[in-house]
């Protein structure tokens, strides 16, 4: 007799619903290190909408602000 088989389906982590920077009425800004770090991976990259739960419009100046502190050595490149 043949087994079934089984269908294993990835599960995705339920980002947050609602925008941090929307809700705090803020923008990101390079100087806030604390929060920019939040959304940095311990690989040093930029985390994705999908897993941050932030707008569009946020996440591409979240990007353009990490960016920018990388090239003022605030943010390495590159974690070894």
Same mark, same amino acid.
Not at 22 to 37: N, Q, V
């Given at each position: 007799?043949?087994?079934?088989?089984? +269908?294993?389906? *990835?599960? *995705?982590?339920?980002?947050?619903?609602?925008?941090?920077?929307?809700? =705090?009425?803020?923008?990101?800004?390079?100087?806030?290190?604390? +929060?920019?770090?939040?959304?940095?991976? =311990? !690989?040093?990259? +930029?985390?994705?909408?999908? !897993?941050?739960?932030?707008?569009?419009?946020?996440?591409?100046?979240?990007?353009?602000?990490?960016?920018?502190?990388?090239?003022?050595?605030?943010?390495?490149? +590159?974690?070894?």
């Amino acid at each position: 007799m043949a087994k079934a088989k089984q +269908i294993r389906r *990835k599960v *995705k982590s339920s980002a947050p619903k609602d925008c941090y920077f929307c809700t =705090e009425k803020k923008d990101p800004s390079f100087h806030d290190m604390a +929060i920019i770090g939040r959304y940095v991976t =311990e !690989r040093g990259k +930029i985390v994705p909408r999908s !897993r941050s739960g932030i707008c569009s419009k946020h996440q591409k100046s979240l990007a353009r602000n990490v960016k920018y502190a990388r090239h003022l050595a605030l943010l390495p490149f +590159i974690i070894r």
